[in-house]
């Protein structure tokens, strides 16, 4: 028997349709001052989807992927999703797994370099939603988070098998000089210097560029979303771009290793200006896919899930026998 009820993947959520896109952008931004035109300007990045991000889908293949791997280990726990920002939200899933009688699970955040942003912040998520449990008279459901990832094998095939693959779609001539460019989340200067998110990030990009057998690489930044006066980590992926053209570079792959789903962040910023960037400038790009359902990526979620219930199993204390007297 498992020292947990159930899993909990934890990731950001996106809209499902045009009508969510506004609500969605609310949650997201909830807090922050954020002028209507930038949102407007967001908001027509979903639209040019359709409204739907790929971040839900996405999220329930990894779920359903985890699922069946720990019933193939011999834990056939139940796999729960919870959003930040839209359905299902994380208040909604904690009432879920109460009502069904779960206290206890391993939670699995969806972001393997860490920040306040990427991190933390979901981690105040799950605390208010276990606090709005407890107000609401309803049990509480424990939540015991997985170890650091970031540098985990399965991370790492992952995205460098797509690296390989994206590469593998340059022209035949420009494959041997493309550079290797990784992309991440920019953040606050100041919430990365609270952090150790750059490190991580240096640290998934050196192993992932080693493992695909690509010397010549680089970490830019991407979905910049602060005030202009703010400074926020750079270079941005578009100004490096130019840049690397005109230091004579011809062809490069992007890997966006600060993301674990092919988000709307992701198919925008370098789908859509990245490569029109690249196609303005001359440049032969191909973008890597995230790790999405990858089975090395699952595999992975499987392995650092176990591992944090064979530790609780472990810590457990001796169920107490009776001595039997002579």
Request: aromatic share 8%; hydrophobic share 45%; with cysteine.
């Amino acid at each position: 028997m498992s020292s947990f009820d159930a899993v909990l993947v934890i990731s950001f959520g996106g809209p499902n349709g045009p009508a969510d896109i506004r609500p969605f952008l609310a949650n997201v931004l909830r807090g922050r001052r954020v002028s209507p035109e930038r949102v407007e300007a967001v908001a027509a990045h979903y639209e040019h989807f359709g409204g739907v991000s790929p971040i839900t889908a996405r999220t329930l293949q990894q779920a359903d992927g985890l699922r069946t791997r720990l019933a193939q280990a011999g834990h056939p726990l139940p796999v729960f999703v919870g959003m930040r920002n839209w359905h299902p939200l994380l208040p909604d899933t904690f009432r879920q797994m109460s009502d069904a009688g779960v206290r206890r699970v391993v939670g699995f955040i969806a972001a393997a370099q860490h920040s306040y942003s990427s991190c933390q912040q979901y981690r105040e998520n799950v605390a208010a939603a276990r606090l709005a449990l407890r107000e609401s008279g309803r049990p509480d459901v424990e939540v015991t988070y997985v170890d650091s990832w970031f540098e985990h094998d399965g991370f790492i095939d992952a995205n460098a098998a797509h690296v390989g693959d994206a590469r593998a779609r340059l022209p035949a001539n420009r494959r041997d000089h493309a550079r290797l460019i990784f992309t991440a989340h920019s953040i606050p200067v100041s919430m990365a210097e609270a952090s150790r998110y750059r490190q991580q990030l240096r640290t998934s990009a050196a192993l992932v560029a080693d493992r695909a057998g690509m010397a010549d690489w680089t970490l830019v930044y991407q979905s910049r979303s602060g005030r202009p006066e703010d400074p926020w980590l750079e270079p941005d992926v578009c100004d490096h771009l130019r840049e690397a053209r005109g230091q004579g570079v011809t062809s490069a792959v992007i890997c966006p290793i600060g993301f674990v789903c092919d988000h709307v962040e992701v198919l925008w910023d370098l789908d859509v200006e990245a490569a029109a960037v690249a196609r303005e400038i001359g440049l032969a790009l191909a973008r890597a896919e995230s790790a999405n359902a990858d089975p090395r990526f699952i595999d992975m979620m499987a392995d650092v899930t176990l591992r944090t219930i064979r530790r609780a199993e472990r810590g457990r204390p001796l169920p107490i026998v009776a001595a039997r007297g002579g």
